[in-house]
C-alpha cells in the first residue's frame, strides 16, 4: 500500500480534529460540562471565581505545559487556576511556518464561539486561530491548529479527555456569558533571561526576543498581553516593554 507523504498526512490528522463526528445521544460537551462542573465549582471557589467568567490560555511548550488562568467579573487581574500536561505535541521550538511542517505555532492567538466542535474526532476540540496577521505577514501558511482530547497529534496541543473537558467547559462557559475571544498566548519555554541566553545560538532568538515583553507583562499584571502586529512584529504599548 502507497503511504501517504508526511505533510498530507500532518493535515489529515489536523482537519479530523476540526470536522465533527456523527452526533450520538447527549451533546458531548453538554455531558462534559456535567461531568466536571462539581469539580471545578469546588476548586474554583478558593479563587474567587465560578464557570462562566473571562479565562485565558497560557502553553509553554518546554515543559509541556498548558495553563488555564480565570478571574472574576470584579478583578482586573487573573489567577492562574491550574495547570495541565500536554499529552502530544509534535516538531521542536520555534514557530510554525508552513502546511504539513508538523510544527506546533508560537506566538498570540484566541479562540472564539464559532471555533469550537463539541463533536470532534478527537473528543473535544477549538481551534487556536492560526495563522493569525503575524503569520500571514510572514507568509506563513497551515489551518486545522487545534487544542484538543485524545492525546496525539501531529501539529496540534493534545491534552488527555479528562484535560480538555475542563478546558472547554471552562472555555465555552465563558464565550456563552459574553468573553468575545479567549486568548491563547504560546511560548517556547518562559521567556527569562537565562532561558534566552540559554538558546542565544538558536536561528529564531530574534522571534524569541519579539515574544519577551508579552511573557514580561503577564508575570507583572497576570493578564494577556495586548500584543499587536506592526509592520510585520509583534508589538506592546510602549509603557509596557519594559519589566
Not at 465560578?50 to 470584579?74: H, M, N, S
Amino acid at each position: 500500500m502507497i503511504q501517504p507523504p508526511i505533510a498530507s498526512l500532518a493535515s489529515l490528522v489536523a482537519m479530523a480534529a476540526a470536522v465533527p463526528a456523527p452526533p450520538s445521544g447527549e451533546d458531548r460537551a453538554q455531558a462534559a460540562a456535567r461531568r466536571v462542573t462539581p469539580t471545578l465549582t469546588e476548586a474554583l471557589k478558593p479563587h474567587g471565581a465560578a464557570i462562566g467568567d473571562p479565562v485565558f490560555i497560557r502553553i509553554v511548550k518546554e515543559p509541556r505545559l498548558c495553563e488555564l488562568w480565570i478571574k472574576t467579573q470584579e478583578n482586573d487581574r487573573y489567577t492562574l487556576f491550574k495547570t495541565y500536561d500536554i499529552a502530544g505535541m509534535s516538531g521542536s521550538l520555534g514557530p510554525k511556518k508552513k502546511e504539513g511542517d508538523m510544527q506546533a505555532p508560537e506566538g498570540f492567538y484566541a479562540t472564539a464561539s464559532g471555533l469550537l466542535n463539541p463533536r470532534s474526532n478527537y473528543h473535544l476540540s477549538f481551534n487556536i486561530g492560526y495563522p493569525n496577521a503575524y503569520d500571514t505577514a510572514q507568509g506563513y501558511t497551515g489551518s486545522f491548529i487545534m487544542l484538543h482530547g485524545k492525546d496525539v497529534s501531529i501539529g496540534c496541543f493534545a491534552m488527555t479527555d479528562p484535560g480538555i473537558e475542563e478546558i472547554y467547559t471552562l472555555v465555552s462557559a465563558a464565550l456563552q456569558q459574553g468573553q468575545t475571544r479567549v486568548p491563547i498566548q504560546i511560548y517556547p519555554f518562559p521567556i527569562t533571561e537565562e532561558n534566552l541566553q540559554r538558546h542565544r545560538e538558536s536561528p529564531h532568538i530574534g522571534f524569541w526576543k519579539q515574544l519577551a515583553p508579552a511573557w514580561q507583562y503577564t508575570e507583572r499584571h497576570h493578564a494577556p498581553a495586548p500584543v499587536a502586529v506592526v509592520s510585520g512584529a509583534y508589538t506592546l504599548p510602549q509603557t509596557d516593554k519594559t519589566p
